[in-house]
């Protein structure tokens, strides 16, 4: 028997949804969704987000698990995750999205928004407020992977004095690198708009804390500093932000991910006026071009070849 069928295990992901797409894109292989009655032994790969913890531990044939989205810490929170291969979805389409949505807060912070929004809201023509040139704010890209590393380039396009801080040093034009714990500080120093392009793994959960926050640039053109997170919510510590806009220690943020989402009612966070919220809608992916994606990840091994895109199991990215 040839054990290539899907289960697909994502119950917030609209799974139907995603069965017609990767049924289309693999003809040959029969695609479950979670929940439903099917033969545990038939399955050879699974597509997963947010799949309740074990319901993965008894398919005896399973070969690969597949995020359908970048980020693979819904993956690894399971205590029963067969060990198996996980592989993650990169695509440039979401890559230009998450660029989209970084260059935009960068801008609307860099470019004062929030200001030219009141005067509106008052009819108040003012156009004499100090704008400093792109090439004198420092953006700091914390996470230089593939969504970080695209939008350091566009960022440095634009004009911007981009660095960018990773666990390894990267090489690109133009764009210093700050790489590992020793680093951090240096990197953050040198930061007045802070973008967080992440994972969050043990080693980053609650990185943007008050501490970080306070080691930021004081001395910028901006007249303090900004924090853009597009990574996930569990890097950040909302009171501690909270706390800094309110101190005036730190002058503005963009943040679309949260530590609880959908980000609750009474968050102050909704209606700060310091604050931009987005709801995790950074970088929606496209569904087919990810099912076609995980269709041809799936021929390969098939056909012998080697999964692409796989994520260490001790990173947790
Ligand atoms: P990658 O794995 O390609 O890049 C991760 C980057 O983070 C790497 O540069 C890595 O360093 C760095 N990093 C990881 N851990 C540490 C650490 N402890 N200290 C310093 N640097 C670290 O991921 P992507 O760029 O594809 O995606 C990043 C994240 O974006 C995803 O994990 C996901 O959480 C989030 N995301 C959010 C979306 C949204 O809509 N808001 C959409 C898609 C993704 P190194 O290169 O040296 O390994
Ligand atoms: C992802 C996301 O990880 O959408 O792809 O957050």
């Known amino acids: 028997m040839k054990h290539n069928a899907i289960l697909v295990a994502g119950p917030s992901m609209r799974p139907e949804g995603w069965r017609k797409r990767l049924a289309a894109a693999l003809p040959d292989s029969p695609v479950h969704v979670l929940g439903e009655s099917f ?9 997963t987000w947010w799949h309740p913890p074990g319901s993965l531990s008894d398919l005896p044939n399973l070969k690969a698990i597949f995020s359908l989205g970048a980020g693979v810490d819904h993956v690894f929170v399971d205590p029963q995750l067969p060990a198996v291969p996980v592989a993650r979805v ?8 998450m660029t989209e949505w970084t260059v935009l807060h960068v801008l609307l912070h860099h470019r004062q928004q929030r200001l030219y929004d009141r005067q509106q809201q008052d009819k108040l023509w003012q156009e004499d407020h100090e704008q400093p040139a792109a090439k004198d704010v420092r953006v700091g890209v914390m996470g230089m992977g593939e969504l970080g590393a695209d939008a350091a380039e566009k960022l440095k396009f634009l ?9 390894t040093r990267k090489s690109l034009p133009g764009i210093r690198s700050f790489a590992g714990a020793g680093e951090r500080d240096a990197f953050l120093a040198r930061t007045d708009i802070l973008v967080v392009l992440m994972p969050h793994t ?11 926050l306070s080691k930021l640039a004081k001395n910028g053109r901006l007249g303090g500093p900004f924090l853009v997170n597009a990574g996930r919510g569990g ?3 909302e009171a501690d932000i909270l706390a800094a806009l309110d101190a005036g220690t730190l002058k503005g943020a963009s943040l679309d991910v949260f530590e609880t989402e959908p980000l609750p009612a009474d968050s102050p966070l909704w209606t700060h006026p310091k604050v931009y919220v987005s709801p995790h809608n950074a970088a929606i992916s496209d569904h087919d071009a990810i099912s076609v994606f995980i269709a041809r990840q799936i ?7 080697k999964l692409e895109h796989v994520v260490s199991r001790d990173k947790g990215y």
């Open 159 to 167: 004009g911007f004095d981009v660095a960018g801080w990773s666990t």
């Open 90 to 97: 990169v695509d440039p389409d979401l890559t230009q999205r």
């Open 202 to 212: 043990p080693a980053t959960h609650g990185i943007i804390n008050a501490e970080l």
């Open 235 to 237: 890097l950040q510590v």
């Open 299 to 305: 021929e390969r091994l098939e056909a012998g070849g």
């Open 39 to 47: 033969d545990k032994a038939s399955i050879g790969y699974a597509a």
